[in-house]
């Protein structure tokens, strides 16, 4: 009986082992897409697609070619890596966009990057018009853009970020963010820029010298012999006079150089929310785009 007893007698739980966590799942997207000029319009000849990149082509009768970004993965975060590279032919027109809003979480170690390779042959255009990225509270996010533009060559170049959304009570107010772009047409670099914000966001923002406590920027490049032309339509939409420098806030700032035998049109723009920033986005990118526009996803 006092076998049986002690038998079953409830004893204290042995202390299990630490078991290591798993390493979590991160994204792994590239994506490819290669169109040239066939039979008098742009046709698609190569799509490469691996992981959670993949790219769209809605029937669009006509130039330009038009191409959705979609990232699967429904957002970014730290040690997750994006790549698109985007080659268009002598000739040929592509517009590119994304499927939405691209939105960086916040990170728990490491950081979310994205590459962009952009190449145009000679006389084609290329109009790269990603809707705008939603950077959160303790994101960490790297994105670089390199573009090749062959000899007589056009592109317009759009980045717009939102660090954070007020209608949703969000602000990113601690974090890291740098975006690098390299511009090169006939092997000479034409435009070149480097932006870096954190660890204290916010506070960088609200400087005068930044954007005033704007949370909603955009920059947009435009390189073309016409773009001289556009630069009095530019600041009006913009919000810049031209005299004394941009509006801080809700406003921004154009200006024009000549690049070799081309030119360059660059335009900021800043605001205190998305909706107010896309109010001047959605005009401006219609005018500089030409007959082909607005990307048919930024109306929906």
Not at 130 to 144: S, Y
Request: charge should be positive; proline fraction near 5%; aromatic fraction near 4%.
């Amino acid at each position: 009986m006092d076998t049986i007893e002690n038998a079953l007698t409830p004893r204290p739980a042995l202390p299990l082992a630490a078991a290591p966590l798993p390493a979590a799942q991160r994204v792994a997207g590239r994506a490819r897409l290669f169109c040239g000029k066939s039979e008098g319009r742009t046709r698609l000849q190569r799509l490469y697609q691996d992981g959670s990149a993949k790219i769209r082509l809605p029937a669009i009768q006509g130039d330009p070619l038009e191409a959705v970004l979609i990232n699967t993965a429904g957002g970014m975060t730290g040690g997750d890596r994006l790549g698109w590279t985007i080659e268009v032919g002598a000739g040929a027109s592509a517009s590119i966009t994304t499927q939405a809003c691209e939105k960086v979480y916040r990170a728990a170690a490491d950081r979310a990057e994205t590459s962009v390779g952009l190449r145009v042959g000679p006389g084609g255009r290329i109009a790269w018009l990603p809707q705008e990225t939603i950077v959160f509270d303790r994101a960490a996010f790297a994105r670089t853009l390199d573009v090749e533009l062959g000899d007589d060559a056009e592109a317009l170049i759009l980045e717009a970020t939102l660090f954070g959304r007020l209608a949703m009570g969000e602000r990113a107010i601690q974090g890291s963010f740098h975006d690098r772009w390299r511009v090169r047409q006939g092997g000479g670099l034409v435009h070149a820029e480097d932006l870096r914000l954190g660890p204290d966001i916010a506070a960088t923002l609200q400087r005068r010298a930044a954007t005033g406590g704007a949370l909603a920027l955009a920059t947009v490049l435009l390189v073309s012999p016409q773009a001289e032309d556009l630069l009095d339509k530019v600041r009006a939409i913009v919000g810049d006079t031209g005299i004394g420098g941009p509006v801080i806030s809700e406003g921004g700032g154009a200006s024009f150089w000549s690049v070799g035998r081309s030119g360059k049109l660059l335009a900021r723009l800043c605001a205190g929310d998305g909706y107010q920033l896309r109010k001047r986005l959605v005009p401006l990118v219609e005018l500089l785009n030409g007959r082909a526009g607005l990307p048919k996803l930024w109306s929906l």
